[in-house]
């Protein structure tokens, strides 16, 4: 089997990779929404991989591996993992879980971090409200994340933070500041008032920010000690800073017994290691679609089973097709896994152009890992092609 093309168009927001076998089997693969602009970033890699067995996949990663970098610049090349990965498992007859060691469970968690209402107010009455909105749904989610500080717009309430809030026309604006004492109360009493609509029934998380100053990161796990807390994710880095700092991590981890969680941002397990080798954190959250792919994840969970550490990916904003990715690679987590980040699909139509995910797709928080060939959910061309630009219109010759 050789690659015959490597095509990428935008299926509504999401940049989504096929690619083009002369046995004509195609393999797909899905960045988030927050990327519309990664066509070009895919297309470089067009003339590598023309030629190449892509049931090879590490061989066709060896070519275009070290041309990736910390988000965004890691999302074309595990775009193409993944549709590598898809062809594979076609070829072959199984699903990709099974190329990757087989599973471990029948079914994979995942928590709610993207189904959410607008907020009109960010005090601790609304995002109570908002808490027991997310434990009615239908999914039973038995973990939720709420986005809070700097990953928020709470960093524009008056005097939440010694700083001003900045304009950027880019997704993930890094604000920074030393938080007021006013800032810092705001924040506990949120906690309290979430964790009492939650009881011990749902676990919370926190998507923090980055732009913490370490002091009122220590000052602020310390106080919610007593709330048992999922994770604070991203307090000094996270979502689109090209940097870990686990020297600073460390000190903040070691300093508390609330989880702290970092590393959606992060590209390869060369820049894990400092994280998982120092125990800066206690939980990892690699996204597949920006670290390297399913296999650069995977590798990155069992080196952090070695050391203690707990595994919660990303994947917000992957789309079908990324959560597709996310049950294939889950179900062969060792036991450090806790869940991943539910992706969905951006526009509702989306669950009327693809096959083979459950119906529902989540039940008690769980999902049934999928069986069908590949990644086991597949676009289906008639249906998407009037979702796709017209200079995307032969994506699917």
Same mark, same amino acid.
């Given at each position: 089997?050789?690659?015959?093309?490597?095509?990428?168009?935008?299926?509504?927001?999401?940049?989504?990779?096929?690619?083009?076998?002369?046995e004509?089997?195609s393999?797909?693969?899905?960045?988030?929404?927050?990327?519309?602009?990664?066509?070009?970033?895919?297309?470089?890699f067009?003339e590598s991989?023309?030629?190449?067995d892509?049931?090879?996949?590490?061989?066709?990663?060896?070519?275009?591996?070290?041309?990736? *970098?910390?988000?965004?610049?890691?999302?074309?090349?595990?775009?193409?993992?993944?549709?590598?990965?898809?062809?594979?498992?076609?070829?072959?007859?199984?699903?990709?879980?099974?190329?990757?060691?087989?599973?471990?469970?029948?079914?994979?968690?995942t @928590?709610?971090?993207?189904?959410?209402?607008?907020?009109?107010?960010?005090?601790?009455?609304?995002?109570?409200?908002?808490?027991r909105w997310m434990?009615?749904?239908?999914?039973?989610?038995?973990?939720?994340?709420?986005g809070?500080?700097?990953?928020?717009?709470?960093?524009?309430?008056?005097r939440?933070?010694?700083?001003?809030?900045?304009?950027?026309?880019?997704?993930?604006?890094?604000?920074?500041?030393?938080?007021?004492?006013?800032?810092?109360a705001?924040?506990?009493?949120?906690?309290?008032?979430?964790?009492?609509?939650?009881?011990?029934?749902?676990?919370?998380a926190?998507?923090?920010?980055?732009?913490w100053?370490?002091?009122?990161?220590?000052?602020?796990?310390r106080?919610?000690?007593?709330?048992?807390?999922?994770?604070?994710?991203?307090?000094?880095?996270?979502?689109?800073?090209? @940097?870990?700092?686990?020297?600073?991590?460390?000190?903040?981890?070691? *300093?508390? *017994?609330t989880?702290?969680?970092?590393?959606?941002?992060? @590209?390869l397990?060369?820049?894990?290691?400092?994280?998982?080798?120092?125990?800066?954190?206690?939980?990892?959250?690699?996204?597949?679609?920006?670290?390297?792919g399913?296999?650069?994840?995977k590798?990155?969970?069992?080196?952090? @089973?070695?050391?203690?550490?707990l595994?919660?990916?990303?994947?917000?904003?992957?789309?079908v097709?990324g959560?597709?990715a996310l049950?294939?690679?889950c179900?062969?987590?060792?036991?450090?896994?806790i869940?991943?980040?539910?992706p969905?699909?951006h526009?509702?139509?989306?669950?009327?152009?693809?096959?083979?995910l459950?119906n529902?797709?989540v039940?008690?928080?769980?999902i049934?890992v999928?069986?069908?060939?590949?990644?086991?959910?597949?676009l289906?061309p008639?249906?998407?092609?009037q979702?796709l630009?017209?200079?995307?219109?032969g994506?699917?010759?």
């Open positions: 089997m050789k690659i015959t093309d490597l095509k990428c168009a935008l299926i509504g927001k999401n940049p989504v990779v096929r690619i083009v076998t002369d004509g089997i393999g797909y693969g899905e960045a988030e929404q927050f990327k519309p602009y990664l066509k070009p970033w895919v297309l470089q067009r991989l023309i030629g190449e892509p049931t090879d996949v590490e061989r066709c990663m060896l070519k275009i591996r070290q041309r990736g *970098s910390f988000k965004p610049y890691g999302a074309p090349i595990s775009i193409i993992e993944h549709a590598l990965w898809d062809i594979a498992g076609k070829a072959a007859g199984v699903p990709v879980y099974k190329l990757l060691g087989g599973k471990v469970r029948d079914q994979v968690r @928590y709610n971090g993207s189904i959410r209402r607008p907020m009109g107010e960010w005090t601790p009455e609304a995002m109570a409200e908002n808490c434990k009615s749904l239908p999914e039973g989610f038995d973990i939720v994340k709420q809070i500080a700097f990953h928020s717009p709470m960093k524009k309430l008056d939440f933070f010694y700083g001003q809030a900045a304009q950027s026309p880019f997704h993930g604006q890094m604000d920074q500041g030393a938080l007021t004492e006013r800032g810092l705001l924040l506990v009493d949120c906690v309290a008032a979430m964790k009492e609509v939650l009881g011990d029934d749902v676990g919370l926190l998507d923090c920010g980055p732009g100053m370490p002091a009122d990161a220590l000052r602020f796990a106080a919610v000690e007593p709330y048992n807390l999922m994770w604070l994710e991203d307090m000094l880095t996270g979502d689109y800073v090209p @940097y870990v700092n686990a020297d600073v991590y460390r000190d903040l981890t070691h *300093s508390t *017994s989880p702290i969680h970092t590393g959606e941002q992060i @590209y397990r060369q820049n894990f290691k400092d994280l998982i080798e120092s125990h800066a954190v206690n939980v990892v959250g690699p996204d597949p679609a920006d670290v390297g399913i296999a650069e994840l590798w990155i969970a069992e080196y952090a @089973y070695l050391h203690g550490i595994m919660a990916p990303h994947g917000t904003g992957n789309g097709l959560l597709a049950i294939q690679v179900a062969t987590l060792p036991a450090n896994f869940a991943f980040e539910y969905t699909g526009d509702p139509w989306w669950y009327e152009i693809v096959e083979g459950p529902p797709i039940k008690n928080s769980m049934d999928i069986e069908r060939p590949g990644m086991g959910v597949d289906i008639e249906a998407a092609a979702y630009a017209p200079e995307d219109a994506f699917f010759d």
